[in-house]
């Protein structure tokens, strides 16, 4: 599904949510034709993701308001500056207040963490990976913070990787199993990606020939051995497990290509902004 209809559905929702059939004190007390502009500012430090989502809220509200970003998707903000402005009749304003800032603080939030830890790894050749750990409904656009806030996006959904996990592992008797029986039904077609939680687990992956092993919750030796033995097989390596900015660029250490962090989005606290009518 596009972005813009995930925006556009997402949106609805959301104002489906919050406003109801109409917001009683706004209707109450503003009147219909009453205009004023408003200015979103940064209270802290971040990342801003999520303008484009904030411009469809009002938009939905109120097609004549103005929407005027005065910073780029991406762009990096300090507390007080103005991040964007929206101009027009204040009943709109006032209504998709708390829904605009919803969407943007919390996506900027995520954009924001996933740029620490990107920061965190710079100079080594790794690259940083979302999961699957997100907010039900909102995986498309956390997935699109991720991205601007400097990370790669893993797999979308179960759909679209094959990745056999250590519940898969359990109920089919193991590696071999596991992938002989997968290759049964996909052939070599599609890309098959492993966990692996100990060296003699890396090696049986090795030998089946698989294409990432993912190496999980594994101590720094470990990993630097795992990481060893997959480069000479020619397999691609993908770290997870309790990741932290402290212990990220560690990891990064051992050589290994991706490491996988499901705190930017299930973790992520929320950028600190603010509406505000002048």
């Known amino acids: 599904m596009k972005i813009e209809k995930v925006i556009d559905f997402l949106v609805k929702l959301a104002l489906t949510e919050d406003v ?31 303008l484009p989502v904030a411009r469809e809220v009002f938009r939905h509200l109120d097609p004549h308001l103005r929407f005027s970003p005065k910073v780029k998707e991406g762009a990096l903000v300090k507390p007080g500056q103005v991040v964007a402005e929206v101009e027009g009749r204040v009943r709109g304003i006032l209504i998709g207040e708390r829904t605009a800032l919803n969407f943007l603080q919390h996506l900027s939030g995520v954009a924001t963490l996933t740029n620490r830890f990107v920061k965190k790894v710079k100079g080594k050749k790794v690259k940083i990976l979302d999961t699957r750990k997100t907010i039900p409904g909102l995986r498309v656009l956390e997935k699109y913070a991720v991205r601007v806030g400097g990370g790669v996006n893993h797999r979308l959904g179960l759909y679209d990787a094959i990745l056999i996990k250590d519940n898969h592992l359990k109920m089919t008797g193991g590696i071999k199993k596991a992938i002989r029986k997968i290759r049964s039904q996909y052939g070599v077609k599609k890309p098959i990606e492993v966990e692996a939680k100990s060296l003699a687990e890396v090696r049986e992956a090795i030998e089946e020939r698989v294409n990432r092993i993912l190496l999980d919750n594994m101590d720094l030796k470990t990993l630097r051995q795992a990481v ?7 397999i691609v390596t993908e770290a997870s497990g309790k990741v932290s900015l402290p212990k990220v660029r560690a990891i990064a250490a051992t050589g290994v290509d991706y490491i996988s962090i499901g705190a930017l989005t299930h973790s992520a606290p929320a950028l600190d902004l603010n509406l505000k009518i002048i």
């Open 20 to 50: 109801g059939p109409g917001d009683i004190t706004t209707l109450a007390l503003i009147p219909r034709e009453q205009k004023a502009k408003a200015v979103i500012r940064a209270k802290a430090r971040g990342i801003i993701c999520g």
């Open 228 to 234: 060893k033995l997959c480069r000479k097989a020619g």
